[in-house]
Each structure stands twice: as structure tokens, then as C-alpha cells.
């Protein structure tokens, strides 16, 4: 039997948002935590859009050490504000085990990108937090790869895994990662996780958001997890996959128009 994840401490200001079989969970927000005003107005765009949940990097894991790397500790502390503000439960990512009491203290959910999906003693740490942890696909990992790193999580007793398919890397260099698609079905079928999608990662590029989300909705993904940026011109991390305006609009007419769940 497919799992629903919960996300977010319940009770005044802060709602429970389920991710699961019988929902389907939209979360946006900025790539990074840049300001208070940005992240808040990000997070009003995305929860006008229909956002549940809000993301935002604090510590960025970025391919040149030169680049801009989060605000760390501030990032996380603007965050908690905004999701205080919004009542959006907050997902950010957590680069390294040493952080994961701190980031766990502010935020609702725990992110492992990418690049450390075989950090195993991450993933431990991430599963002894005892909070929910969304788990990125390895971009060269294979499916197999990353259900075991979830078994990572779980062997230390923590069930609460959401599987996150943000891309691959292959030959085509039209997009930055290559969408897989059909890891969603194959998930389904291997395991009982919940599992959405991250078309803003996978694509790199914001023309290609809506599209891939409609994808993510019609194979039947639990969910989509959306870059927003008030400005992405300024945007300090991956500007060009930043939606707003009538992109955001429509991303938010494609999520509604789902059927409901019976
Ligand atoms: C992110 O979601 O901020 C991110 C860096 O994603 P990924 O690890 O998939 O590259």
C-alpha cells in the first residue's frame, strides 16, 4: 500500500500538508534564500499559485565553490519567519550531517539534493532527525540506487521518505538533466514512498516548467516542486528556471485542473 507523508508541525500558524496517493502536493519557492522581502514575496507568489508547502535553499550545494553558497543559519531563520508568516510548512536542504539538528530546528522537512544522494552518513543523520526527508534522485544514480539510499532513511526508523525525480544526465544537452518521466511509474510499482517531481531542476530553463509539470501530473506524480523568484534577472541561483507572472498563473491552472482523487 502507497505511503502519504505528512509535512509540517500542525497547530496555529502551521498547517499539516500531506503528500501521498490521495493528493497531489504542490511546493514553490525561491532556488536560495537571498532577503527577508524576496523570500516572503516568493512565498506569497507561490502560495497564490496554489503552493502548500515552501521550499528555499539556505546552504547551496553549487558546481563552482565561487558561486554564490546561501545564507546558512540567516537563510534557515528567514525561512521559519516566512513559513511563521505564510503558515507554509518549509522544505530546505541539508548539505551536511553536522547541520541537520540546526536545520531540522527551523524547518519542517529535510532536503538531500542531488550531489549527496550517497552520502550515507547524511542519509543516516537525515533518518535519525526523525523528520521527514525529501530525497533527491542522484543525477547519475540509477532507480535501484536511490530506493536503496532511501532504505538509508528507513533503516534507521524513519519511514517519513519522499522520492524526488529531478533529472538525469545523458547525452542531450537541450536541457540540463533529462527528465525521467518513467521513474515515476517505476517507483510506483517498487515502492510504497510517495514520489513528485522537479521540472525547474531538470529543465533549467522556465519555458520548460509548465510543460514538464503537466507531464508530472498526467503520469500521476504525487506532486511538482517549483523554483518562484520575484525577480529571477537578480536571482542569485538558477534565475533562468525562476517562474512568475503567466507562467506561474498557468502552472497554477494545470495543478487545479487535476481530477480529484477517488
Ligand atoms: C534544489 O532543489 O535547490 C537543488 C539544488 O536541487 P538538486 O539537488 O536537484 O540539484
Redesign the pocket.
Known amino acids: 500500500e502507497r505511503s502519504t507523508v505528512w509535512v509540517g508541525k500542525g497547530g496555529a500558524g502551521n498547517k499539516r500538508v500531506p503528500i501521498g496517493p490521495d493528493t497531489f502536493t504542490f511546493m514553490a519557492g525561491p532556488?536560495?534564500v537571498e532577503s527577508p522581502e524576496q523570500t516572503l514575496e516568493a512565498a506569497r507568489m507561490a502560495q497564490s499559485a496554489g503552493a502548500t508547502i515552501l521550499?528555499g535553499?539556505a546552504y547551496?550545494?553549487r558546481t563552482s565553490p565561487y558561486a554564490f553558497q546561501g545564507l546558512g543559519v540567516r537563510g534557515l531563520e528567514i525561512l521559519a519567519d516566512v513559513g511563521a508568516a505564510t503558515g507554509m510548512p518549509v522544505v530546505t536542504?541539508v548539505v551536511d550531517a553536522r547541520d541537520v539538528p540546526v536545520v531540522a530546528e527551523h524547518a519542517d522537512m529535510l532536503?538531500i539534493?542531488?550531489?549527496?544522494m550517497a552520502n550515507f552518513g547524511l542519509l543516516q543523520a537525515a533518518g535519525d532527525s526523525g523528520m521527514p526527508v525529501l530525497l533527491?534522485?542522484g543525477?547519475t544514480a540509477t532507480i535501484e540506487e536511490w530506493l536503496m539510499a532511501a532504505e538509508y532513511i528507513a533503516q534507521r526508523g524513519n519511514l517519513d521518505v519522499v522520492l524526488?525525480e529531478?533529472?538525469i544526465r545523458t547525452f542531450e544537452p537541450s536541457t540540463r538533466n533529462t527528465l525521467d518521466i518513467s521513474a515515476v511509474p517505476v517507483v510506483q510499482a517498487t515502492s510504497h514512498l510517495p514520489v513528485i517531481v522537479?521540472p525547474?531542476?531538470a529543465a533549467g530553463r522556465k519555458d520548460l516548467v509548465v510543460p514538464l509539470s503537466r507531464a508530472a501530473i498526467a503520469v500521476g506524480a504525487d506532486g511538482i516542486?517549483v523554483?518562484v523568484h520575484p525577480d529571477p534577472e537578480t536571482a542569485l541561483?538558477?534565475g533562468p528556471q525562476a517562474l512568475l507572472g503567466n507562467d506561474l498563473r498557468e502552472l497554477a491552472q494545470a495543478c487545479r485542473r487535476l481530477p480529484p482523487v477517488v
Not at 539534493?113 to 549527496?116: F, H, K, L
Open positions: 532556488c536560495a521550499r535553499g547551496k550545494p536542504e532536503q539534493g542531488t550531489r549527496n533527491k534522485r543525477m524526488c529531478r533529472g522537479d525547474s531542476h516542486i523554483d541561483c538558477d
